[in-house]
């Protein structure tokens, strides 16, 4: 199973900006993704861009089979992104390392969440682990 792992805009400032998304790195993340999709037979291939062009570029590029997506500031308002995922045939998860319930009024909202199969929010970095652990699980 190939799984892409795609994070949006702002992302790459994990662990150098705001300590809501933890002090770890996204290359630090990613690393220790990359061993536990391994371990689940899974290969991962992960893209960040802050461009929302270049998202949907890789949207629509397709060659996956699952997608873990955190498209950022982008989940709140791209509806762009939003289209380019509903002709996305793979299992979608959305991420999100802070609770965005929980955080200012324009952040609860996601334009995303209706063409993804699940969401999981609130968990730090152990929200892709939980996502990857889902998409490979055995039933």
């Known amino acids: 199973m190939k799984i892409l792992i795609l994070n949006g805009v702002n992302i790459n400032m994990t662990g150098k900006r ?26 991962l291939e992960f893209f960040q861009s802050n461009s929302e062009g270049e998202i949907v570029d890789r949207l629509q590029r397709g060659g996956f089979d699952a997608l873990v997506i955190n ?13 380019a995922l509903y002709s996305v045939n793979a299992k979608k998860i959305e991420v999100h390392m802070s609770n965005i319930l929980a955080r200012d009024e324009f952040r609860r909202k996601s334009v995303l969440a209706e063409k993804c199969d699940g969401a999981i929010m609130g968990f730090g970095s152990d929200v892709y682990f939980m996502a990857v652990d889902y998409l490979t699980w055995k039933k």
């Open 18 to 43: 705001e300590a809501v998304y933890g002090t770890e790195s996204l290359e630090r993340i990613n690393a220790r993704l990359d061993a536990f999709g391994k371990e689940r037979g899974a290969e």
């Open 71 to 83: 498209a950022g500031a982008y989940t709140h308002y791209s509806y762009a992104i939003a289209d």
